[in-house]
């Protein structure tokens, strides 16, 4: 075959196979055309919501906008879920032995009892036994003074024994220790009726030592003795304080009289003693107010406190609640409480953190206001009556 015959048969394939993609590509175009022609129209956006720009470009007419979206939000707001209020449920209050145990486990491995078993160790006593003994207890906030006579009393119980190796003399701090915190003072608290008088439970102390969360403890203890409790909010200065005080009231399942944030606190103290009588309760706990106790002014109305309520009922008791880990500053406090409300028992609290426990005897030492209370947590049975011998073994480590 000569070229130029070649040629025009590419020529003519070249051409047929033009012809046939122009074809196939026309049919497509139309079938498109038609597809988008059917296709539903997209609903619009709900109101508020920005298009992007990959969602459209064309708006629908306002009318339509509007209506599309009032029928949207209607279904989204019949298809929410109704949120109800948290309700909280009274908690079962633990028995005194339980928290007395639960307690027990927490104190152990003080720092006293870990330098105690270092002392202790020697195979001889000698002038640095009794020295380090010292320093111990006064870094455990036993104080100087008591720290000096307790080491002497247990220096002549040595001599008088004749004990001569170290690890005996842990009987004998433990003895001395007992005594010093005195077990025979009443550390019961004072909730007898009078009459037709409920008791009055008078929670003082400065803020942050853990006193409002103290007076729902005391108040779960109590109803864990079948007593019939209501909480008073007197402290209206701090804020919050109400609020926190009604929540430990649902918590243990009692009620709960508080007044407007700032207002008189005799009056609501008084209000609640009121409706304690009406309501015929059993006992009725005041949380105070609890700023600064070197402002001579809030001691003043913590008196007023306890003088309006006596109008109506006795107080029975006034517990002040000292941090434990606050140590020799907690002596400060107690001294200056008790100058203004006779305060007749002592909350320790805060024990399980990396207080000492020593404060316990310079208070009573000092004051001779017992130790009534101790706690080591936030849970509301983490409160217990204070046991000497208990406390004694545990901060000892015996």
């Given at each position: 075959m000569d070229p130029i015959t070649l040629l025009v048969i590419v020529a003519l394939v070249a051409t047929v196979t033009a012809i046939i993609s122009l074809v196939t590509y026309s049919k497509r175009s139309s079938t498109s055309d038609e597809l988008v022609d059917q296709a539903p129209v997209a609903a619009p956006p709900a109101a508020g919501r920005s298009v992007g720009a990959d969602e459209g470009t064309a708006s629908p007419p306002a009318a339509s906008?509007?209506?599309?979206?009032?029928?949207?939000?209607?279904?989204?707001?019949?298809?929410?879920?109704?949120?109800?209020?948290?309700?909280?449920?009274?908690?079962?209050?633990?028995t005194e032995q339980s928290r007395m145990q639960r307690l027990r486990s927490r104190l152990s491995g003080k720092a006293l009892g870990r330098s105690l078993a270092t002392i202790f160790s020697g195979d001889r006593i000698d002038a640095s036994v009794w020295s380090d003994l010292q320093d111990s207890l006064i870094i455990a906030d036993v104080g100087v003074e008591s720290s000096e006579e307790i080491v002497a009393t247990v220096r002549e119980l040595a001599r008088s024994a004749g004990v001569a190796a170290p690890p005996d003399l842990r009987d004998i701090l433990r003895s001395v220790l007992i005594d010093a915190i005195n077990p025979s003072m009443d550390r019961s608290i004072n909730i007898s009726r009078s009459g037709q008088e409920p008791a009055v439970v008078m929670v003082v102390g400065v803020n942050g030592t853990g006193k409002t969360t103290t007076t729902g403890k005391l108040a779960s203890l109590l109803v864990s003795r079948d007593l019939d409790v209501l909480l008073g909010a007197a402290d209206t200065f701090r804020a919050a304080a109400a609020e926190q005080l009604a929540t430990w009231g649902e918590r243990v399942g009692v009620p709960t009289v508080r007044g407007q944030e700032s207002s008189d606190p005799a009056s609501v103290a008084f209000e609640a003693v009121k409706?304690?009588?009406?309501?015929?309760?059993?006992?009725?706990?005041?949380d105070t107010a609890g700023r600064l106790h070197t402002k001579t002014s809030l001691m003043d109305e913590l008196s007023k406190v306890k003088r309006v309520v006596e109008k109506q009922s006795p107080v029975t008791e006034v517990l002040l609640v000292i941090d434990a880990?606050?140590?020799?500053?907690?002596?400060?406090?107690?001294?200056?409480?008790?100058?203004?409300?006779?305060?007749?028992?002592?909350?320790?609290?805060?024990?399980?953190?990396?207080?000492?426990g020593g404060i316990i005897i310079a208070i009573q030492r000092e004051l001779g206001v017992p130790v009534k209370l101790v706690g080591l947590g936030e849970g509301a049975d983490d409160l217990a009556p204070f046991e000497v011998v208990t406390f004694v073994d545990e901060l000892i480590g015996s």
């Open positions: 906008r509007s209506s599309a979206d009032h029928e949207a939000s209607v279904l989204e707001e019949e298809q929410l879920p109704v949120a109800k209020p948290e309700v909280l449920a009274p908690v079962e209050p633990d409706a304690g009588i009406e309501n015929e309760v059993d006992v009725v706990i005041l880990t606050t140590g020799q500053n907690g002596l400060a406090q107690a001294r200056i409480f008790t100058d203004a409300v006779n305060v007749t028992g002592v909350a320790l609290t805060k024990l399980d953190g990396s207080a000492k």
